[in-house]
């Protein structure tokens, strides 16, 4: 995605008019990270409407604490999907504890299986969306095509060694979406998923 | 990323040695106590005295690679994908038995690999862009809102922006045929889906320059057209090659540009004109016609690429509907004095601001309406009492005759009165069109 490389200046400039009160750039906001925030909210949540009222909250979140957005703590794309996976799994969290209190399938130990399963899920998808795009290829063609290394790096136009280092690399990063057992913080220091 | 980079080189300077050591098969040739840096040269399994394997088994299987461990692991990422060869796979395998850095970096990379999905395309709503918008304002209104008469811009330009995100690089060069009426008879032009883009951009620039703003057109092909056919044309012309996808950045730019000025200066600027070349609007009315052909180009794309395309929300419909509503007078007169219309002979032309002949339009589904449209002068005002005709027809069978892709013979429209005056209107509304 093209966006992703977007320059820290672009991050500063919209957090001042969103807090300016700016209407337009809440437009450009919801153009520009929309389809991110709807689709993690989709993976945790499984569910089109309840993805849609995620991305009605992360959104009007934003737009009434642009403050809450610290530039320096890094790329805002990175704030608002960590407060999109909080806020869907939090919804998660919810609904499946209702569904268990009145009686529905299934114990507590599942469930924060699930929660959790959801949460590594959205930080996967992240880390897929924001790692740097020959990486990204490379796990493309490897494991969505069926390709093997010496025909990824055919394609790429890269040698071999370096199609098996962009995997290798590609997968190591992936791996990291294991890593955090809680949600992500956006605020916090570590608000990067 | 560079931490984990620096440990697993640690791990592999350590392991270097042991992997060499096994590779000079314990030949002594080494010397001394300190292990090569560099590995011997591996004997031949002939050379060895070693009894060689059967040859119905060599046969069989392939010959088991012997690697050294910085191979193996610069090999994970590709084994977890299964994407190495079988005597590579094995290779690696058997290797996993005896390190364990190795086991432990293999076990997470398969991990890894169940954590890819498939991306599915998901369609975003297209109404959840103004749901959210709208309700976000409604916790915090807005101290610079979006004028009301811009807003189907905005939203227009926003769902073309989402249809363009989904279309692959060679969709960009399927072939649209602009189509519209001039007047007489339909007309097209044959361009790409790029080229719609670059139309869009380069008519979007009236509206940018009468705001300030830089103009897509550069130079003397800027001064020299001034109108959005010629202008169009101008900016095919200019480029040596046919646009491509890369016209989709600076189309989003202007439009994000031109949404975010007239919030600013919105109020003062409504009424300031906007010079088509052979007509002028107002800014506001200028915003409205950019929305309603953004969304017909929309559906030029959407149908060039095989993609479904609602028609725009039924505010912004209602305002597109006002907005030809209104300019059916003048076309009216225009087509007169041309010829191309019943003249208003032996019919008394009113005085400006009067009541006068009308025609009373009546738009059924959403976003749809009555207006009463003076047939006779620009100046009349539509009155009920004077009503001679009127048509009723759904609202996008209207938008799109008013985009000349509906021809005023065919348009489905519900007819009551004097033929002469809806035959008028049709084609008028149809000549509303242009490329």
Request: glycine residues 22%; negative net charge; without cysteine.
């Given at each position: 995605m093209a966006t992703k490389d977007a320059p820290p200046r672009w991050d500063r400039k919209m957090q001042q008019r969103l807090a300016r009160g700016e209407a337009a750039a809440l437009g450009e906001l919801y153009d520009r990270f929309a389809s991110l925030v709807h689709a993690l909210a989709h993976r945790v949540l499984g569910d089109e409407r309840a993805a849609d009222g995620i991305t009605r909250e992360v959104f009007a979140h934003v737009w009434e604490?642009?403050?809450?957005?610290?530039?320096k703590q890094g790329p805002l794309r990175s704030w608002v999907a960590a407060l999109t996976a909080r806020l869907a799994v939090q919804r998660l969290r919810a609904t499946e504890t209702a569904a268990l209190a009145q009686?529905?399938?299934?114990?507590t130990e599942e469930l924060e299986r699930k929660v959790r399963r959801a949460s590594v899920a959205a930080r996967a998808d992240y880390i897929v969306t924001s790692m740097p795009a020959p990486l990204r290829a490379a796990l493309e063609l490897a494991y969505?095509?069926?390709?093997?290394y010496r025909q990824t790096a055919v394609d790429l136009g890269v040698t071999e060694d370096e199609a098996r280092r962009r995997l290798r690399l590609g997968l190591q990063l992936l791996s990291?979406?294991?890593?955090?057992?809680?949600p992500p913080e956006p605020a916090g220091p570590g608000g990067a998923v | 990323m560079s931490d984990a980079n620096d440990e697993h080189d640690e791990y592999d300077e350590h392991d270097e040695h042991e992997a060499y050591d096994r590779g000079s098969s314990g030949?002594?040739?080494?010397?001394?106590s300190v292990p090569p840096r560099i590995p011997m040269p591996r004997a031949s399994v002939e050379d060895s005295g070693r009894p060689l394997p059967e040859l119905d088994e060599a046969a069989s299987r392939p010959a088991p690679l012997v690697l050294e461990h910085p191979v193996l692991k610069a090999l994970l990422g590709a084994w977890a994908l299964a994407a190495c060869s079988a005597a590579e796979t094995a290779a690696v395998e058997e290797h996993l038995g005896e390190c364990g850095s190795c086991a432990d970096e293999a076990l997470r990379l398969r991990g890894a690999v169940?954590?890819?999905?498939?991306?599915?395309p998901l369609d975003l709503d297209p109404g959840l862009r103004t749901r959210v918008l709208t309700g976000s304002f409604g916790r915090r209104p807005p101290r610079i809102p979006v004028p009301g008469w811009a807003t189907p811009y905005d939203a227009e330009t926003a769902r073309l922006d989402a249809l363009l995100q989904d279309i692959g690089d060679a969709e960009w060069h399927a072939p649209v045929r602009l189509r519209w009426f001039d007047g007489r008879a339909p007309t097209s032009r044959r361009t790409t889906v790029a080229g719609v883009i670059a139309h869009l951009l380069t008519v979007d620039g009236l509206v940018a320059t009468a705001l300030g703003l830089d103009d897509p057109l550069t130079g003397e092909t800027a001064d020299k057209a001034a109108n959005p056919a010629a202008r169009t044309e101008a900016y095919w012309r200019a480029s040596y090659f046919p646009p491509t996808r890369s016209i989709r950045a600076p189309w989003r730019e202007q439009s994000h540009t031109i949404v975010r000025t007239v919030s600013f200066t919105g109020t003062t600027t409504g009424k300031r004109a906007v010079s088509y070349g052979d007509f002028e609007l107002p800014l506001h009315d200028a915003m409205l016609d950019r929305a309603f052909e953004c969304w017909v180009h929309a559906e030029d794309i959407a149908d060039a690429v095989d993609y479904p395309y609602e028609p725009p929300a039924p505010r912004s419909l209602n305002r597109m509907i006002d907005l030809a509503a209104r300019m059916l007078p003048a076309v009216l007169a225009e087509r007169r004095r041309h010829g191309l219309a019943a003249p208003a002979e032996g019919r008394h032309l009113v005085p400006a601001g009067d009541p006068g002949r009308s025609l009373r339009l009546e738009i059924e589904g959403h976003g749809g309406g009555e207006w009463l449209i003076p047939l006779d002068s620009p100046g009349a005002v539509g009155s009920a009492e004077h009503e001679v005709a009127h048509i009723a027809l759904d609202g996008v069978e209207f938008c799109h005759l008013a985009a000349g892709h509906v021809s005023p013979e065919d348009a489905a429209a519900g007819q009551l009165g004097d033929r002469e005056a809806i035959r008028d209107v049709l084609f008028a509304t149809a000549s509303l069109s242009r490329m």
């Open positions: 604490h642009p403050d809450t957005y610290d530039p009686g529905g399938q299934g114990s969505f095509q069926r390709r093997d990291t979406a294991h890593d955090t057992g809680a | 030949e002594s040739e080494g010397g001394g169940g954590l890819l999905h498939p991306v599915e």
